[in-house]
């Protein structure tokens, strides 16, 4: 098993930063790849960007490119997003997803069989 927290949401304006932290524990060994979801009021589950364990490769959802880093530190077990030029449609529950099997489809939320509760990201206009 293994239990993800997430933290560093809050209230920021439009065209600012914020930096969402991801720490994983438990069965961490296990973990191939790790992502960050989103989801607004009304609205279905997003993908924001993934991180394959093995290579670091990252994956983008096309709302964010250019605007969200994605990144890991190996040590201490945790994911990172840093998030730039916030925009008010940014605004929503940030939710980090950890995955045991090989990932086919980084962007997918089938593809991840553990999740943190959320932290929420609210982008004032």
């Known amino acids: 098993q293994v239990h993800l927290v997430e933290s560093g949401g809050g209230l920021v304006q439009a065209g600012g930063s914020l930096r969402l932290s991801c720490v994983a524990s438990?069965?961490?060994?296990?973990?191939?790849?790790m992502a960050w979801f989103r989801q607004a009021p009304g609205k279905e589950r997003e993908s924001v960007a993934a991180?394959?364990?093995?290579?670091?490769?990252?994956y983008y959802s096309d709302p964010v490119k250019g605007r969200f880093t994605i990144s890991r530190d190996s040590a201490e077990d945790t994911l990172y997003l840093q998030m730039n030029d916030l925009k008010p449609e940014d605004t929503a529950l940030y939710f980090c997803?950890?995955?045991?099997?090989?990932?086919?489809?980084?962007?997918?939320?089938?593809?991840?069989?553990?999740w943190g509760q959320g932290t929420q990201v609210t982008v004032s206009s």
């Open positions: 997803a950890a995955s045991r099997l090989i990932v086919h489809r980084p962007l997918r939320g089938d593809d991840y069989n553990y």
């Open positions: 438990g069965r961490t060994f296990t973990i191939t790849s």
């Open positions: 991180l394959t364990w093995i290579d670091y490769t990252t």
